[in-house]
């Protein structure tokens, strides 16, 4: 009212600078024009307020006898009369505007922050990053301190997360959070609590600090609607991952199992051969006795890379051994690979393509196991002499390593061997894959693999042999 009362003083001290050039009538539209200017810019009950100040002081200055509230003259009361209603009517219709101008400004702010905020929520992949989010736009948003609880796995709430660092409710206020949740209306506090529920049920509660205004009150209500179906939508995106771990965790079992009885048993039966042979006590060649040892060496070597790389990828799948993942040289990781298979490679004419690609963010000792993995089966199957090919290249921010060989292949149907389904688990740990296709010509196997890269990277073309 204060604001309005200067308004109209505003509006008389025009007057009476106009007074000698105005007339009566006309001195009356500069106090409608105040009133009119109240009324836009503080409502309908200041707009009022305004209109009948305006009419007294018009009356008390401007009208005949003047500085009394008496009319002399019929005319001068009509004049009068018309100007307080027009001034009310006026007032009114500036008030109505104004307060609609309000609302379209408030929904379009809300409308705004709905779309930020969506548009913020579709870039979310976890449960804490949403709840992040929706507590940071909370606050920025309103103004206000946000706070967001959800169920520990005895139904009990337990604050998630929180707008500053150093904010955490009472213990008073959880409560009043709890028998809210519980279906209890919760005592009055510095709190606005509203659920993140949706059709499935609640998932959590804000807590909002206060006061809040109905406006602010709808927007809280319309973030955290969103908030809950991005939270929804993080739970069944965790949920499908795990079943999609499940199953293919099963897939592995049963493939190993399949593969077990084939590729652990001809080694073993390779040595138990062999060393029955040197055990009957009939003489042997020396050179042929060494030739005997070799192929006992070779299959025990054999027996315990495939035990290292069982034991590598349990543990990694039981979460025993994290991936210690690093930017690593994948060049490096081949060479390592093919030394550590030096004897085997000795009967063949190994052939690498290795460009110069950006380094891979990969745990490095076990793709290095797969890698050996998948170079063992090329020896296993290859004729004695013939090529084995690996090429290093990249493509669309991944790099690519295959392995050829001159093998007869895999029939279709049949498992690739326990080799190279323990290489598919240690690459599939890093979001990487393996693939097992026909070679060139339809000759052969070729084994790809692919792995993520962490920058863009250059090729030199280089083909060098492996010796």
């Known amino acids: 009212m204060v604001l309005a009362a200067l308004g109209v003083a ?13 007339s009566h009538a006309d001195l009356a539209l500069i106090f409608l024009a105040g009133v009119l200017f109240i009324s836009v810019g503080l409502g309908l009950w200041p707009s009022l307020f305004g209109s009948a100040l305006s009419f007294f002081t018009y009356n008390f200055l401007f009208t005949e006898p003047y500085f009394t509230f008496q009319v002399e003259y019929r005319t001068d009361l009509v004049r009068l009369a018309v ?24 929904v379009a702010r809300r409308t705004e922050a709905l779309h930020d905020f969506s548009r913020r929520m579709a870039a979310v992949v976890s449960m804490e990053d949403a709840m992040e989010a929706t507590v940071d736009h909370l606050a920025a948003t309103l103004g206000r301190p946000a ?8 139904g009990r709430l337990e604050q998630r997360a929180a ?12 409560a009043h959070a709890q028998q809210l949740w519980q279906g209890r209306a919760p005592a009055r506090g510095p709190w606005q609590f509203v659920r993140l529920e949706t059709a499935g049920g609640p998932l959590a509660m804000a807590a909002i600090g206060t006061p809040l205004t109905a406006d602010m ?41 399949s593969s077990l009885s084939h590729d652990l048993h001809a080694p073993l039966l390779a040595i138990h051969t062999i060393t029955t042979e040197l055990l009957t006590g009939e003489p042997t060649p020396p050179e042929h006795a060494a030739v005997q040892l070799r192929e006992v060496r070779d299959q025990t070597d054999r027996l315990m890379r495939y ?19 690093a930017s690593v040289d994948l060049r490096e990781i081949v060479v390592a690979a093919l030394n550590r298979l030096h004897a085997p490679l000795e009967h063949f004419n190994v052939v690498l393509d290795l460009q110069d690609i950006a380094p891979a963010y990969v745990h490095a000792a076990l793709i290095e196991q797969a890698l050996v993995n998948v ?20 493509g669309a921010e991944r790099a690519h390593i295959e392995v050829v060989d001159q093998g007869p292949g895999f029939p279709a149907g049949q498992p690739p061997g326990l080799g190279l389904t323990i290489a598919h688990a240690l690459v599939g740990a890093h979001a ?7 070679g060139p010509e339809g000759r052969g196997t070729r084994v790809s693999i692919t792995l993520p890269l962490t920058a863009d990277a250059g090729q030199d073309g280089s083909v060098r042999r492996f010796d």
């Not at 008030?95 to 609302?103: K, W």
């Not at 707008?163 to 959880?174: Q, V, Y």
């Not at 990487?432 to 026909?438: I, K, N, Q, S």
Request: net charge negative; proline share 4%.
């Open 147 to 154: 706070v967001l609880l959800a169920p520990a796995r005895d």
């Open 217 to 257: 009150m709808e927007l809280a209500e319309g973030l955290c609607g969103q908030a809950a179906v991005a939270i929804e939508r993080t739970q069944l995106a965790d949920e499908l991952q795990e079943t999609r771990r499940a199953a293919e965790t099963e897939q592995l079992r049963a493939a190993l199992l």
């Open 10 to 22: 505003v509006s008389t001290g025009f007057a009476f600078r106009l007074a000698p050039y105005l």
């Open 163 to 174: 707008s500053s660092d150093d904010l955490h409710l009472a213990a008073g206020d959880l």
């Open 375 to 394: 170079l063992d089966n090329a020896t296993r199957y290859s004729p004695p002499g013939g090529t084995i090919a690996v090429r290093l290249h990249d």
């Open 432 to 438: 990487g894959d393996l693939e097992v296709l026909p």
């Open 307 to 325: 035990l290292q790389s069982l034991f590598d990828m349990t543990r990694v799948g039981e979460g025993g051994q994290p991936l210690r993942r």
């Open 83 to 106: 100007f307080l209603l027009v001034a009310t009517v006026t007032g009114q219709l500036a008030a109505r505007m104004r307060t609609a101008i309000e609302d379209t400004r408030a």
